[in-house]
């Protein structure tokens, strides 16, 4: 005979009349219903704060490593182009600027780079508005540290 048969046959009760007789289903505590619903919403807030803080941090991160690469980018593009000699001309001789205003005007708005700025004022903007929601959303992000990191 196998072991296995031999064990469970030696360990089997002797009094089968009494095997089936408290078959009542236990009751479950109070309130645990309200427990698990309670762990169930707690769960999903921590999920959700999770995911607001991995996005804002994602998110700064990017828009801070951009805002100075754009930045750098606009310097060098006004550099490039020549504003700073209308400017220079304008402000230099203000009877002329006064007489040729539309031309100079014009010229400057010309040779703007706007490319980099707005690529310069999105990071900016980007970089501020993620900021701000962070500061704004701090409670929450700095309790989900708490709970988890400390």
């Given at each position: ?72 980018m606009l ?30 005007s014009l ?44």
């Amino acid at each position: 005979m196998h072991p296995f048969i031999v064990l469970v046959y030696r360990d089997m009760r002797k009094d089968y009349e009494k095997l089936f007789t408290n078959l009542d289903p236990k009751k479950p505590p109070r309130g645990l219903f309200d427990r698990i619903i309670l762990a169930i919403k707690q769960e999903q807030e921590l999920r959700h704060t999770k995911r607001l803080l991995f996005g804002f941090l994602s998110l700064l991160l990017i828009s801070l490593v951009v805002t100075p690469i754009s930045g750098v980018m606009l310097v060098s593009q006004i550099e490039n182009s020549g504003i700073s000699y209308f400017i220079s001309t304008a402000i230099s001789d203000l009877g002329t600027f006064f007489v040729l205003w539309q031309d100079f005007s014009l010229a400057i708005v010309e040779s703007l780079p706007i490319g980099g700025i707005m690529a310069f004022l999105l990071s900016l903007a980007v970089s501020v508005f993620t900021l701000r929601l962070f500061l704004h959303k701090k409670r929450l992000l700095l309790g989900y540290l708490k709970q988890n990191f400390a």
